[in-house]
T-cell receptor, first 110, second 114 residues
Framework: QQQVKQSPQSLIVQKGGIPIINCAYE??????FPWYQQFPGKGPALLIA?????SEKKEGRFTISFNKSAKQFSLHIMDSQPGDSATYFC?????????FGTGTRLKVLA | SQTIHQWPATLVQPVGSPLSLECTVE??????LYWYRQAAGRGLQLLFY??????ISSEVPQNLSASRPQDRQFILSSKKLLLSDSGFYLC?????????????FGPGTRLTVL
């Protein structure tokens, strides 16, 4: 009940493509869903986050789509660039506790 | 603005040796503090969290312990390291009064136990 399942494990797209990363959770008590971007050897950086009272949130080229009934949410990266190549983690949170997905390694080809 | 520091950045230790990793936060008061471990190619596992000085909660029984001697200082320790303690250790903070509990991560410490 505490798991967050993330897919795919890895993803390769061409520059300008729209990679989509999906996450699914089980516990309906979660009320905050952030996405983090992590470059090799660095700490994760908060990218964008959503609460379950909205179905979509956009910040720059990054969009979260949220489906409360299906208990799923996804990250879309518009017009992807080689600099977006990183590992992306979703998480589901209630109060202090974050449950992270296992990560998606994204490579954007030039 | 807030800044989170971790040191050392990398550490190689023999099995059975002690460990002390330090995390400090600047630019905020009364933060919630967290220690995570990230195994190679995997997600982040919460080890400890703290909502105040001397208040530590453990999420996973293990060979490690945490302490919070000052408001913005969080220390991860071990008396005797195991091979399985190798990994990338991340400290994070969140505002104690935030409703959204955004967590911000430090740069991490890469620990290799040989």
């Amino acid at each position: 009940q505490q798991q967050v399942k993330q897919s795919p494990q890895s993803l390769i797209v061409q520059k300008g493509g729209i990679p989509i990363i999906n996450c699914a959770y089980e516990n309906t008590a979660f009320d905050y869903f952030p996405w983090y971007q992590q470059f090799p050897g660095k700490g994760p950086a908060l990218l964008i986050a959503i609460r379950p009272d909205v179905s979509e949130k956009k910040e720059g080229r990054f969009t979260i789509s949220f489906n409360k009934s299906a208990k799923q949410f996804s990250l879309h990266i518009m017009d992807s660039q080689p600099g977006d190549s990183a590992t992306y983690f979703c998480a589901a949170s209630k109060a202090y506790k974050y449950i992270f997905g296992t990560g998606t390694r994204l490579k954007v080809l030039a | 603005s807030q800044t989170i520091h971790q040191w050392p950045a990398t550490l190689v230790q023999p099995v059975g040796s002690p460990l002390s990793l330090e995390c400090t936060v600047e630019g905020t008061s009364n933060p919630n503090l967290y220690w995570y471990r990230q195994a190679a190619g995997r997600g982040l596992q919460l080890l400890f969290y703290s909502v105040g000085i001397g208040q530590i909660s453990s999420e996973v029984p293990q060979n490690l312990s945490a302490s919070r001697p000052q408001d913005r200082q969080f220390i991860l320790s071990s008396k005797k390291l195991l091979l399985s303690d190798s990994g990338f250790y991340l400290c994070a903070w969140s505002a104690g009064t935030s409703n959204y509990n955004e967590q911000f991560f430090g740069p991490g410490t890469r620990l290799t136990v040989l």
